[in-house]
């Protein structure tokens, strides 16, 4: 078991597809969840994906309620990405049950799916800053769960 990554209803194919071809490159088995605000194909993720989707491990949920059920019966633990949280990311102790989700690039993820979380993290950045991009953030947070769940001993 490892760390994975969940979309919930992600709005650009680009983000998507680089967030795929990160899972592909790292092992990392990815969740989208839908609606998604793009025709989801291989086609509209080309783009940020080039040709590593063949690679990438991904199951398609076709509602919140889908995924939350199967994350529960799988006993994964959500971890929510948030400009909404004060707990920074990098204080967080990390563990290979855990599922990080990132939000709709327009608008998170609604109150009652942050209140389903396990855990809410933010990146902490310069205060008069909004946000990142939801595939850099995305990194940023992997990154750091695949180091602390020792993750990168597997790979060469």
Known sequence: MT??????QPDIAQNTGTLLRLGACLGVHVHIVHPTGFAFSARTLKRGALDYLEHASYTEHDSYAHFDAWRRAAGRRLVLLTTKSSSSA?????????????????????????????????????????????????????GEALRQTNAFSELT
């Open 3 to 8: 760390v994975e990554l969940a979309l919930y």
């Open 90 to 142: 990098y204080a967080a102790a990390y563990t290979a049950r855990d599922v990080l989700m990132l939000g709709r690039e327009s608008a998170g993820v609604p109150d009652e799916v942050a209140a389903d979380a396990d855990l809410r993290i933010r990146i902490p950045m310069r205060q008069q800053m909004r946000s990142l991009n939801v595939a850099v953030a995305g990194s940023l947070v992997l």
